[in-house]
């Protein structure tokens, strides 16, 4: 069974940096038939796929428009864990924040973290 | 704004037939499958419907989605009132290489 473990801090400053962690259980980050994607959620914007990281021989990323710049996934093979580090926050970026994996299916994002409420305010 | 467009809200007696639509354009909707996410009140979202129109284990068949050109629709056929919950529509798209959300509908079974 699949268990996504996320943490990272639940208030942080405008302008600073976003960073929160995944812990994997069940499956490996460097799996070569899955991706992981970080997808938020917020009253304004609904659900906003963010972005992922995935191995195929060699690291990819994909990250959204909407936070393209700003953001970076990345997979720490010796923690088997993903993080994602977003940049120059402001309110805007306040939401709930899921780690997500797709695994099996094409986009299937099958299992989901429990999900960490980032409110940006100073 | 969304890349994808779905209804805000739809309502049913219980019993009935909910249709959910979801519209793209030919980068998403038209170039791949689509995938429904269901989110139950003060839970996370749930991978409901994969690949246009499969299941995963556990979902039961009174939801059934297809896909038709650029558009694709989330049926629930004999509502509930555990039915009640956001849906959303998600797929990927080319002309930005990157995954997108509908706006997400509300379903309340009268």
């Known amino acids: 069974q699949v268990q996504l473990q996320q943490s990272g801090p639940g208030l942080v400053k405008p302008s600073e940096t976003l960073s929160l962690t995944c812990a994997i259980s069940g499956d490996s980050v460097s799996s070569n038939i899955v991706t992981w994607n970080w997808i938020r959620q917020s009253p304004s914007r609904g659900l906003e796929w963010l972005g992922r990281?995935?191995?195929?021989?060699?690291?990819?990323?994909d990250y959204a428009v909407s936070v393209r710049g700003r953001i970076a996934v990345t997979p720490d093979t010796s923690k088997n864990q993903v993080s994602l580090h977003l940049n120059s926050v402001t309110p805007e970026d306040t939401g709930v924040y899921y780690c997500?994996?797709?695994?099996?299916?094409?986009?299937?994002?099958?299992?989901w973290g429990q999900g960490t409420l980032v409110t940006v305010s100073s | 704004q969304s890349m994808l467009t779905q209804p805000p809200s739809v309502s049913a007696a219980p019993g009935q037939k909910v249709t959910i639509s979801c519209s793209g354009s030919?980068?998403?909707?038209?170039?791949?499958?689509v995938n429904w996410i269901q989110q139950l009140p003060g839970t996370a979202p749930k991978l409901l419907i994969y690949?246009?129109?499969k299941r995963p284990s556990g979902i039961p068949d009174r939801f059934s989605g297809s896909k038709s050109g650029t558009s694709a629709t989330l049926d629930i056929t004999g509502v509930q009132t555990g039915d009640e919950a956001d849906y959303y529509c998600l797929t990927w798209d080319n002309s930005v290489n990157a995954g997108g959300f509908g706006g997400g509908t509300k379903v309340t079974v009268l």
């Open positions: 990281t995935y191995y195929r021989s060699k690291w990819y990323n």
């Open positions: 690949e246009n129109d």
């Open positions: 997500v994996r797709d695994g099996e299916w094409w986009f299937g994002l099958d299992y």
């Open positions: 030919s980068s998403n909707i038209g170039s791949h499958y």
